[in-house]
């Protein structure tokens, strides 16, 4: 039995889930979606109150924003796996997304507890330091203290995984959880995992006690502080602003240290799964609330913004200096020669009907032929859909100014392009990134490849970048739109761009560039190192190859998304790794014109032209169409 234990390697991992019974099962995956909803929806309406709002313009509503986006990221990590898992044919997950989903659980989970030792310290400031309170909590500290919690957290969690997979796993593989979890895989070990528990115990000690310890000296100085007030008005002010953060901290902090901090034994895994319930989906879910229905600020500011006469998405109408209201900008375009216009007008028409036609047909090849339901077909089919949202999204309004001698764009219209431009974007790199991988996969692994990139791996590695995507395109657009423009509303682009609309503002724009400078640095290197390693492998896997032949098929196959890598990753890292300014806006412009028009025109040509299943399945529609009008 030893010997077959040790020749088994694990591959993926089945859950048992929270309940075995069909119909428990169907009524779990409506509550818990529900809970999802619920989460996702609550707190990035905190987001958008707190970046719309001036007066919630504060360091304790900075690590709330934090805090929200730390939930959404949190429960997306665990809740849509959970879900598929209720309503699928199968309940396992490949070793390797167990693997990301137990790195980025643990980190969020560390993440939190980090942020609420902060956020401790920060009312402990505000109420006992409260005319050093802004010298103190400044912008740069703030900064520092959530950029500390996260990247300690990243690095924490990075070693404690990496100690837990290098165990050898020979089976069962059976996982008795609803997520991939540290206490739950090390179990299944065949090995001593004594130290790893160790290791773990030490960093749950050092994660979770440290900012708990924190916590309670600042409450303890607080009630200190509270108590010598003499006005009773003042007690209640200072204990109603810790109300909300004090919940919150009794239900992360009670459910995990009840999770973590106890010795494992059979009959304490049942209950496990129940707390997991609480501190990865009940948890998220109630924070948004606690801090709306128990705070009198984001109450306030609620009303305020529902009172807003234009609420399209939470858009607050801005002030200029003589007193008028941004209603509209002036998009200055490519150039301002007429002759020149009509020109461009039937260039840029030609690359948008063409555009149209080679995505579409690429979508409708993919949906209609049964050779091409394969994954990578079916990331190809996205990025076309991206490809087509991405052109359609600015070609319509450019033609239109081409004709017209009306050139602007309204305030709300230029708020959704350029919310859609920055989601479809990034969803594309991520989605170039899946596709890397799933090259990786099918060369390095191909014995495994429908295993490892089954059906639920696939719509996980779409649903990301699709939801991270339009998070942050809607972070980035409402920290754009929150700035004052005064003076000149013409924007030195042929579309609503971060870089010229910043040139606009009248306000500070320090943190919106720098968020747009780590955003757009984070998904650039994230995604294509991804790419990088991905290609790494398969180049050392190709380059082991004895045949020819082999290694010509297998080039093949990674050709076509080589070429779109880099026609888009080269245009994008030209328009934005550098800092805004008059000189390199008007370069931008032939930049963007690139990976706006050409790079969504070309991908259909580049993987038809290039890919033998395309032309193949191109072939069999041409007949079949053919056929069919004969026979009419």
Known sequence: MDEVRTNFTVTEFLFLGLSSDPKTQIVLFVIFLFFYVLSVAGNIIIIAIIQLEPRLQTPMYFFLTNLSFLDICYTSTNVPQMLSNMVGRTQTIPFSSCATQMYFSLSFGMIECMLLGVMAYDRYVAICHPLHYMVIMDQNTCLQLAAISWSSSFLSSMVINVLTLSLPYCGPHVLNHFFCEVPSVLRLACTDTSLTELVVFIFSIVIVFIPFLLIVVSYIRILQSVLRMQSAAGRYKALSTCASHLTVVALFYGTAIFMYMRPQSKSSRAGGKVIAVFYTVVTPMLNPLIYSLRNQDVKGALRRVLRKQNIFLGIRKMSLQNNTVVLEFTLLGLTDNPALEKILFGVFLIIYLTTLAGNLGMIVLIRTDSHLQTPMYFFLG??????????????????????????????????????????????????????ALDRYVAICSPLHYSTRMSKSVCVSLVTFPYVFGFLNGLSQALLTFRLSFCGSLEINHFYCADPPLIMLACSETHVKSMAMFIVAGFTLSSSLFIILLSYVCIFVAILRMRSAEGRHKAFSTCGSHLTTVTLFYGTLFCMYLRPPSETSVGKSKVIAVFYTFLSPMLNPLIYSLRNKDVIRAMQHLSKRVFFQRTAV
């Open 382 to 435: 996205h990025l076309s859909f991206v490809d087509l949202c991405c052109s359609s999204n600015v070609t319509p309004n450019l033609l239109y100014s081409f004709l017209s001698d009306h050139k602007t764009i309204s305030f709300a219209g230029c708020f959704t392009q350029c919310l859609l431009f920055i989601a479809l974007v990034i969803t594309e790199f991520y989605l170039l990134a899946s596709m």
